[in-house]
């Protein structure tokens, strides 16, 4: 099982960037995914997830209007839009797979600083 992020890097406030999360070794269309993240010295926050076939998605507050999850299942791959970056918005940025079992990815850093 892998669980591939990228697109993570240092952007400046306001600017915006592209998550994507390459899925094998299970059957991606029968998980949820969750984008999580983590910035120093503070707990892992889950930012967004999207239902298996994507037909619900739901976002934390903190990201709400800023953020957009999608999938593509044909492609095994999980995305997350993220625009109008914050300064606080700077973490690692995890994938996250829920269903019967629980995979993650290994992380890509997002920095948003001028």
């Known amino acids: 099982v892998q669980l591939v992020e990228s697109g993570g890097g240092l952007v400046q406030p306001g600017g915006s960037l592209r998550l994507s999360c390459a899925a094998s070794?299970?059957?991606?269309?029968?998980?949820?995914m969750r984008w999580y993240r983590q910035a120093p010295g503070k707990e892992r926050e889950l930012v967004a997830t999207?239902?298996?076939?994507?037909?619900?998605?739901n976002y934390a507050d903190s990201v709400k209007g800023r953020f957009t999850i999608s999938r593509d299942n044909a492609k095994n791959t999980v995305y997350l839009q993220m625009n109008s970056l914050k300064p606080e918005d700077t973490a690692v940025y995890y994938c996250?797979?829920?269903?019967?079992?629980?995979?993650w990815g290994q992380g890509t850093q997002v920095t948003v600083s001028s």
């Open positions: 070794g299970f059957t991606f269309s029968s998980y949820f």
């Open positions: 999207i239902s298996s076939l994507g037909g619900s998605t």
């Open positions: 996250n797979a829920w269903g019967v079992k629980v995979y």
